[in-house]
């Protein structure tokens, strides 16, 4: 009767427990997003005394929208912008068609010269790329400073990324709806546009968000390459915060914090449904 009770006890607790994760694993999310999140609206949205040491604390007056109209009058914001649109659109697009394309022919060829092409391929993700030879190869071709240039570096490095993920996707898709294009006549360019590309969005839409995020937030590869001759987002927010514009002014900081993710939220929310429609259509075939 004892070990009947301390069964049911324990299958007891297992239940309560399994009922219970969902609720902890909300909650541990909520603090570890949500603590950073307040800490960047709350500074914000603070007067310059009260945010000289941020802290949780809220703001005795909510000065958000204001400091975000200083920051975008004083900050350059609008040139800093186009500056950024001007090297992520490019790079992520060329980044998707060409690493799209290459995961087709490395998943569809078996051999082995595919095999130690695709090893090749993703090696980037862990080789870390050289700086000071980068530098110096742009400055052999003339592309250093340049938006060709830091385009041009940018498909290099996230280009095993897109490998890697869209590789694994193309190998899930059966081999006889491209056969069926085929045999209607299709060529090679005409099936992976037709056929292959639409059936990509879900991972494509995954890949975008990542490579916008390391793009748009890039400061190290763009400082050393276009050296400030391109304004964009981050390296703009550097040198006015080295420049004494924003020195102390830590609401001021913030405030060009938020606006510089809001783009990068925009395109989170249409490439999550990009995901959403791409798997159920999926789904529904």
Known sequence: MNAVTSRGTRLSDASIWRRLQPFCAIALVAVLIGIPLWLVVATAAKSQGEALTPNLSPPSHWRLFHNLAEVWHQGRIPTAFFGSLLVVVPSVVGVLVLGSMAAWILARRATRLTAMLYALGISGIVLPPAVVTLVLLLRQLGLAGSAVGM??????????????????????????????????????????????????RPVLATATILICLYVWNDVFYAFFVIGGRIDTLPLNLFQVASAGLYLNNWHLIFAYVILMSLPLIAVFAVAQRKIISGITSGAVK
Not at 162 to 188: H, K, M, N
């Open 151 to 200: 385009i041009g570096v940018y498909m290099g490095i996230y280009l095993s990324t897109v490998i890697f993920f869209v590789t694994g996707f193309v190998r899930t898709i059966p081999a006889s709806l491209e056969e069926a294009a085929q045999i209607d006549g299709a060529g090679p360019v005409r099936v992976f546009v037709r056929v292959v590309l639409p059936l990509l």
